[in-house]
Nanobody, 124 residues
Framework: QVQLVESGGGLVQAGGSLRVSCAVS????????MSWFRQAPGKEREFVSA????????YSADSVKGRFTISTDNAKNTVYLQMNSLKSEDTAVYYC?????????????????WGQGTQVTVSS
């Protein structure tokens, strides 16, 4: 049974930092590209950041470039999203997702597995 379990969300002041984690089980971690998406109230789920299977290539949405960093720990089958200089517009539920495709995609339909999400709230 494949499981993606996010953790680390919470309430933080604008300008602060937070790291969310996603522990993955039930699949061969190195065979999947991992991504983070987010969904704010009343809005569609949007791409945030992705990391390739090898961990050598990352992609980020323009809105988070220079502030958010995605990384993986293959020994722990975990993907992280370090979020710095947080803004109120970063408030959302953050989801991790796994894709078996070899080509990077921002399309939600490209992802095989999803976590349940973790709430990040940035107060201004």
């Amino acid at each position: 049974q494949v499981q993606l379990v996010e953790s680390g969300g919470g309430l933080v002041q604008a300008g602060g930092s937070l790291r969310v984690s996603c522990a993955v089980s039930g699949l061969t971690f190195r065979n999947y590209a991992m991504s983070w998406f987010r969904q704010a109230p009343g809005k569609e789920r949007e791409f945030v950041s992705a990391i390739s299977r090898s961990g050598t290539t990352t992609y980020s949405a323009d809105s988070v470039k220079g502030r958010f960093t995605i990384s993986t720990d293959n020994a722990k089958n975990t993907v992280y999203l370090q979020m710095n200089s947080l803004k109120s517009e970063d408030t959302a539920v953050y989801y991790c997702a796994a894709s078996s495709r070899s080509i990077f995609s921002r399309d939600l339909r490209a992802y095989d597995y999803w976590g349940q999400g973790t709430q990040v709230t940035v107060s201004s």
